[in-house]
């Protein structure tokens, strides 16, 4: 993927939406694209979280550890982001991300991430909001998980 593919596939998610283009091709320049195999694991649960991912093409699984065994608690495809938390509330990672297929992503370090947010307060907006989306869908799991 040519680096203007990157800045278009960045700016088709929401977090990244409004940035100036020329903005984003520095971001994609200074992200790092890696490239995973199915069954690869782009960050696992417990490990520090110093990096955010933008899933560019493929999918992935985000799993927990329970007590009886591994649970698949969200499935990521294109332009999905992830491992914000970790980096914003300075945390272990809360889940272990992996690949379900050939997957391609951007990571950005939490250093560039900081900056971004500096520069583009629009991105934390983004990120609360998706983080509040998250929370919702989390509270009506487990409202279900309790009724069954």
Do not use: W
């Amino acid at each position: 993927m040519s680096l203007n593919e990157e800045v278009d596939a960045l700016r088709r998610v929401p977090l990244f939406a409004r940035i100036d283009p020329a903005k984003l091709k520095l971001l994609a320049y200074a992200s790092e694209k890696l490239e995973y195999q199915f069954g690869q694991d782009l960050c696992k649960q417990g490990d520090a979280g110093d990096a955010m991912f933008i899933i560019l093409s493929g999918e992935a699984d985000v799993t927990i550890s329970t007590p009886g065994g591994e649970r698949v608690v969200a499935h990521l495809g294109k332009n999905s982001f992830v491992g914000e938390i970790a980096i914003l509330c300075d945390v272990p990672r809360t889940a272990t991300v992996r690949a379900k297929s050939k997957l391609s992503a951007l990571r950005i370090s939490k250093e560039l991430f900081f900056k971004l947010v500096g520069e583009f307060p629009q991105i934390a907006v983004e990120i609360m909001r998706e983080l509040a989306l998250r929370l919702t869908q989390t509270t009506k799991d487990l409202a279900k998980a309790k009724a069954a």
